[in-house]
């Protein structure tokens, strides 16, 4: 089991950047598989960004593009490299970590809200 914290959300007008952390923390090394995801008002949540141990990445089809995900050599933190921001990412960003060993476990951080004005 392990326990995540996002970071770095905020307000940013369309077309701007930011970058999301996330902190993992217990077991890290176990964890094989860490991604973001998002929820808006109303809507389901939904799938920005994945990373695999042997960093296959995969990605929703509204962030193709402009959104990038990376992580340390230790696996402790997980980041998203947003560019060129729309309106409609607006929401609740959450990351999210699968362990294996000696258990197998699937943890989720608080998330961190993002804001894009037009």
């Known amino acids: 089991q392990v326990q995540l914290v996002e970071s770095g959300g905020g307000l940013v007008q369309a077309g701007g950047s930011l970058r999301l952390s996330c902190a993992a923390s217990g077991n890290t090394r176990s964890i094989w598989y860490m991604g973001w995801y998002r929820q808006a008002p109303r809507k389901q949540r939904e799938l920005v960004a994945e990373?695999?141990?042997?960093?296959?990445?995969n990605y929703g089809d509204s962030v193709k593009g402009r959104f990038t995900i990376s992580r340390d050599s230790a696996k402790s933190s997980v980041y998203l490299q947003m560019n060129s921001l729309k309106p409609e990412d607006t929401a609740v960003y959450y990351c999210?970590?699968?362990?294996?060993?000696?258990?197998?476990?699937?943890?989720w951080g608080q998330g961190t809200q993002v804001t894009v004005s037009s």
């Open positions: 999210r970590a699968k362990t294996a060993v000696p258990s197998a476990y699937d943890s």
């Open positions: 990373i695999e141990s042997t960093s296959a990445t």
